[in-house]
């Protein structure tokens, strides 16, 4: 298995991604080759004393958060996530991860690797922390702000697949992001969104507040990408929050108090749950090859947990399993 890193994206690129590349080869045989400055990259390969399965291919440009996503991927032919992008699409890679610019990746995947046939829409699809428990998997979490019934539909598969081919949560259960749980509530794009899940094969369980989410009401949170976007900062705003009050128990005598209800594990045990290095990058479902995103501020950890959940993401063959779903996609919308 190839993987195909970013080595320019990310607020600290290269050197966390080299570290990640490094700690993840520890743990895999898997071949990563990271595409960016090869003067740098090799450099702190050499530091790091990295091993023979990672290699590096030079990259002469660099695509930057604020250029136009779009303008960036059709002008800067050779900037790491172009060049990345291209060799997933030329067989050079079975995938691809950058903690570089969303847009672009989501414009790259259309443009370069192209849409799987039957699906209208792509996805940024997150893993979401549960407090006590598995995380759940959110879809949109911010790619497409509007969207049609169908696209939840669409999201809904995706994430199911993802989740249980990756994940390994056998026959996952689906949720659909509403202001209550009644069959007639929410708007026209939730209702009709709700019909068109309960004749799917999917394990909908139905409509799921906001509230229930951090509980784990569901294993698949299927929302538009606006409402999963604020879903997702309101969530990460309140890990922040969580876990500035950790460090306070442990350098205040805040702690000892505290310690009659939690230990010191345990706290660390609701900081690990919060921590989005734990969970690798969120893929972007719909495009025919398999691409993930990473956080824009990933350390090595972050890094290294993307690439070891590159490996399920390629050999679960997700990519040709979403392709072989858009039928039953197809046959639901027919009979609307």
């Not at 969120?282 to 972050?302: Q, R």
């Amino acid at each position: 298995m190839k993987i195909i890193l970013d080595g320019m994206g990310g607020d600290n690129a290269p050197e966390s991604i080299v570290k990640g590349a490094v700690l993840a080869s520890k743990e895999t045989n898997a071949e990563i080759i990271i595409v960016g400055d090869e003067q740098k990259i090799a450099k702190l390969l050499k530091k790091a004393k990295a091993g023979d399965n990672i290699s590096v291919i030079h990259a002469t440009e660099c695509i930057e958060n604020n250029e136009a996503p779009v303008k960036a991927v059709r002008t800067k032919k050779d900037s790491s996530i172009v060049k990345g992008l291209n060799m997933v699409k030329n067989g050079e890679g079975d995938v691809f991860i950058s903690a570089g610019s969303t847009g672009a990746l989501l414009a790259g995947g259309l443009f370069i690797l192209g849409r799987i046939q039957g699906i209208d829409r792509p996805t940024l699809a997150s893993i979401y922390p549960v407090m006590g428990s598995e995380p759940s998997l959110l879809t949109d979490a911010g790619a497409n702000p509007e969207c049609k019934p169908n696209n939840l539909l669409e999201f809904a598969t995706m994430g199911a697949v993802y989740m249980e081919k990756v994940i390994g949560r056998t026959n996952p259960t689906v949720g659909l992001v509403n202001n209550g749980v009644e069959e007639n509530k929410g708007t026209t794009l939730t209702k009709a969104a709700h019909e068109l899940l309960e004749k799917s094969n999917l394990n909908f369980i139905g409509n799921v507040e906001a509230r229930d989410i951090p509980n784990g009401a569901c294993d698949v949170i299927v929302t538009d990408g606006f409402t999963g976007n604020a879903i997702l900062k309101t969530t990460e705003g309140m890990g922040l929050v969580i876990l500035k009050e950790i460090k306070k128990c442990f350098t205040s005598s805040a702690f000892a108090k505290l310690g009659a209800v939690l230990t010191g594990k345990q706290l660390m045990a609701v900081k690990k749950e919060f921590d989005y290095t734990e969970y690798g990058g969120a893929p972007i479902l719909g495009v025919k090859g398999a691409l993930l995103k990473m956080h824009g501020s990933s350390d090595e950890n972050a890094v290294k947990a993307s690439i070891l959940k590159a490996i399920p993401y390629v050999e679960g063959k997700v990519v040709d399993i979403i392709q072989d779903s858009t039928t039953d996609i197809e046959t639901i919308l027919l009979s609307e």
